[in-house]
């Protein structure tokens, strides 16, 4: 896909993540945009201001970080939002009742709890499909479908969707695609490329990357569609503090150094677990044997620094493993500086019923590793301590 941006000129995605948005501030000369920590702005005359009345509706850091992030997404528009969850309610707002969504099945659990908990009780309808067979989201779709959610890779087996094809399949029936590229960050993956209509990333993960800050973001083209999700994030309200988007654009800045080396230390570790006498199977879309492998290489420039894997033994065996551990620590989230371990199972997909997860291909014995940049060597040692009897 290449990461130059013929909107920025000759500017490459490491630049932008620096520059775009970024300028020094006007009055003192700041390199580092301000923290503009204000409720609200002193007005010319009733109604005339510099742009800036309310800081639910608009605050200038948190402009400064839209404008970064529609940058790297090959977006016009981005919207920041106080978490992912957040941004996916507002979505979700576009939305009335008797709407039909098709969903990836293998899906985040606080997504499948946000669609079937909350946004099902208004009466909106829900089909979890294999999103990685098309086919399979063509079947599902009907006349009130008006959204397709896809994740890419998945959380937590990393499948791999044909973003083209499934934004494809969307527009045919009058629906929108949305792509949750949390996973893969900007820097791997840009979905509006691909033909998305929106790209959501929960920006606690990989994008701030310093797990300090919990922040979301929604990304897209269309003028309407933006003017519609900014009157809905200021109407919900649920946008990210100054202070939030401060330390969200400092850890942008490294995005493009950390993913690559997220990369290259799940590569060493993908290749470890296949070897291991010890490990049932492995998940990762980097690995030629991955069913999605190609359609990653297409359609991605790297993928990005998330491994999933079982042990033989299942849920028992697991959780021995997860307490062997020493430099990776027991933890929900992912995508910061340090290496995480998880058993989506009873943690981070735990609100997703047991049936359900089957469905998915989700064991109990699944476990999931974060992979951080710390030296490969001290990683791939503690993952063998881990696996060791």
Known sequence: MGRKNAAQGALRFATRAIHVGQEPDPTTGAVTVPIYQTSTYAQIAPGVHKGYDYSRTDNPTRTALQKALASLESAKYCLAFSSGMGAETTVMLLLKQGDHIVSTRDVYGGTYRLFMRAFQDF???????????IGEIERAMTKRTRLVWIESPTNPLLRITDIRAAAGVAHRYGALCLVDNTFASPFFQRPLVLGADLVLHSTTKYIAGHADVVGGAICLKDRRLHERL???????????????????????????????????NAMRIARLLKKHPRVARVYYPGEPDHPGHKIAAAQMDGFSGMVSFEVKGGLAEARRVLGRFRLFKIAESLGGVESLVELPAIMTHASIPKEERKKAGLNEGLIRLSVGIEDAEDLLADLSRALGR
């Open 123 to 133: 009466g909106l309808r829900f089909s979890f499909v294999e999103s990685a067979d």
């Open 230 to 264: 900014k009157f809905l994030q200021n109407a919900a309200g649920a946008t990210p503090s100054p202070l939030d988007c401060f330390l969200t654009l400092r850890g942008l800045k490294t995005l493009a150094l950390r993913m690559r080396e997220h990369e290259n």
